[in-house]
């Protein structure tokens, strides 16, 4: 089974950016998907953001123009940078690829 490994959580304020990175083993990681899924304390998991193998992105519309997710198949590595931060995006950042999931990283997003 994969192993997703991800980092780059921290506090910030408000306005403030974080980029998120999450590293896969195995060699299946430059033929599929990857995403970023989020979830707030109470709330359910939502997808924040996509990106196939070809490198075509989507994202939820809560970040659009905020987020960037890219992907670097030669580090078997997908990234989500965020700008603009909220108070509202504080969660808990999961990484998936297929069936795999990270151990999560928590943002917070507070003055």
């Known amino acids: 089974q994969v192993q997703l490994v991800e980092s780059g959580g921290g506090l910030v304020q408000p306005g403030g950016s974080l980029r998120l990175s999450c590293t896969a083993s195995?060699?299946?990681?430059?033929?599929?998907?990857m995403a970023w899924y989020r979830q707030a304390p109470g709330k359910q998991r939502e997808l924040v953001a996509f990106?196939?193998?070809?490198?075509?992105?989507n994202y939820a519309d809560s970040v659009k123009g905020r987020f960037t997710i890219s992907r670097d198949n030669a580090k078997n590595t997908v990234y989500l940078q965020m700008n603009e931060l909220k108070p509202e995006d504080t969660a808990v950042y999961y990484c998936?690829?297929?069936?795999?999931w990270g151990q999560g990283t928590q943002v917070t997003v507070s003055s």
């Open positions: 990106i196939t193998s070809r490198g075509t992105t």
């Open positions: 998936n690829l297929v069936d795999s």
């Open positions: 195995g060699s299946i990681f430059n033929i599929y998907a």
